[in-house]
C-alpha cells in the first residue's frame, strides 16, 4: 500500500539528499568563481605627510652708476632654507639685460658692464627651489622695484 505524505513529511529531506545539495553547491563556488560576487561599500582619510616650503621673496638692493659700471648689491636675501637659490633680474624695456643667482641669505654684489647705463631700470627678486630628481622648480612670487641711474 502506497502512503501519503504529509505536510510535515514534505519539509523533510533525506541525509542523502542534504549531502548532494552541499555537494553541488560546493562544486558550483569551485568551479566558476565568477558567480561569487561580493560589494564593497568604505571610505577613509588620512592626512598627506608634506609640509609647505616658504619661498618668499625679499630683499634689499642698491644700485651705484660709475662710469661705464653699474654696481648692484643685493643684501637681507629672505633665503630660508640652502637648498634654495635667488633669482635677481634687471630689466629695461622689457628685456632682461642681466641675471645673477645666489645662495646665501646675505644677499651678494653683482657688476654688470650695461652700456648705456644711464636710465630706469627694473630689477625682480624671485627665490626659487628646484624639485630634486626631476625638471621642476618651485618659484616663490617675485618682489620687484626700480632705480635710475643718470
Known sequence: MRRSRSTADAGRTPASGRVAAVLAAAAVLIFAPGIAQAAFNGSDSASLPVSSATLTSAATVTA???GSNLT?????WAITDPRFTGVFTVSSGGSTVFTGTSKQSGGASYKAS??????TWTWT???QYPVPGTSNTWTGPATT???TCT
Open 64 to 66: 651705484s652708476c660709475q
Open 125 to 127: 627678486v624671485q627665490n
Open 145 to 147: 622695484g626700480q632705480f
Open 114 to 119: 650695461i652700456t648705456p647705463h644711464t636710465g
Open 72 to 76: 648692484i648689491t643685493v643684501t637681507s
